[in-house]
C-alpha cells in the first residue's frame, strides 16, 4: 500500500538529500540478483535513518535484519570513527553482497556482521547500544525488543520499521493473520511501555523511533 501518491513521494525524495552513489549501485544489484527487493530501506527512509544516525553520533549501533546492507550503510554514516556497527541477518547467502559494498564505504572495518538468530546472539553481546534499528521477521518483533532492552541506557533509541504493515493495521483483522496480530500489539506495546517515549511515523511503510527513558 502507498500511503502517499507516487507524485507525492518523488516530490519528497527529489527535496531530501540525494542518494549517495553507492547505494544507487547497490539498489541496481540488489534487483538484478536478489529476491524480494522490495526489502530494501529505498532512498528516502534510508536518507531518514542517516539523518537520525548524524544526529545521535552513536558509538554503537545495533541492525536485526541486514538483508544486503543497505540501510546498514545509511545509519553507519553517522559513526564516529571510534564507533561500530554490529547487524546481524539469518541468510548467510547475502554475506558477501554485504561485505562488498560495506568494504566499497568509508565504514567497512567498523560494520561487523554476525550471520544467524539475532535472539541467540544478542544475549551473548556485551555491549551498551545508543542506536538499534529493528527489521526482521515481524511475528519476533516483541522478542526482538525484550533482547535489545538490557543492552540500552538512558538516551538510547530504538527504531522499529514495517510497523504500518501495508495498511494492514487499521483493517479489519483476519484471524488467521498471525503477523498483522503482532504487529498490532507490538505497536501497542511500544506506545505503552514505561521505559519508553515513542512516536510512529508514516514514513514507507512506518517506522516507529522510540526513546529509551
Not at 133 to 157: H, R
Not at 168 to 182: A, F, H, I, S, Y
Not at 200 to 206: A, E, K, V
Request: hydrophobic share 40%; aromatic share 6%.
Amino acid at each position: 500500500m502507498h500511503f502517499l501518491s507516487p507524485l507525492l513521494e518523488s516530490y519528497l525524495a527529489d527535496n531530501s538529500q540525494a542518494e549517495p552513489k553507492l547505494l544507487q549501485e547497490l539498489t541496481r544489484e540488489t534487483h538484478l540478483k536478489v529476491i524480494q527487493p522490495r526489502m530494501l530501506t529505498g532512498h528516502f527512509q534510508g536518507r531518514v535513518l542517516s539523518l537520525l544516525s548524524k544526529l545521535m553520533n552513536p558509538t554503537n549501533i545495533l541492525e536485526i535484519g541486514t538483508y544486503t546492507g543497505y540501510s546498514a550503510l545509511c545509519l553507519a554514516e553517522g559513526l564516529p570513527k571510534n564507533g561500530q556497527l554490529h547487524t546481524i541477518d539469518v541468510n548467510a547467502e547475502l554475506e558477501q553482497i554485504q561485505r562488498s559494498f560495506f568494504d566499497r564505504s568509508d565504514y567497512g572495518s567498523q560494520i561487523i556482521q554476525h550471520v544467524g538468530n539475532a535472539l541467540d546472539i544478542i544475549p551473548k553481546m556485551d555491549i551498551t547500544f545508543d542506536l538499534i534499528f529493528i527489521d526482521a521477521e515481524k511475528k519476533q518483533y516483541d522478542k526482538y525488543l525484550e533482547a535489545v532492552l538490557p543492552k540500552t541506557k538512558s538516551g538510547s533509541v530504538i527504531l522499529s520499521d514495517n510497523v504500518l504493515w501495508s495498511g494492514k493495521v487499521v483493517e479489519p483483522l483476519d484471524l488467521k493473520d498471525v503477523t498483522t496480530k503482532v504487529l498490532l500489539d507490538y505497536n501497542k506495546k511500544l506506545s505503552e511501555h514505561p521505559l519508553l517515549e515513542t512516536v510512529l511515523l508514516p514514513i514507507r511503510d512506518g517506522l516507529t523511533l522510540s526513546r529509551v527513558k
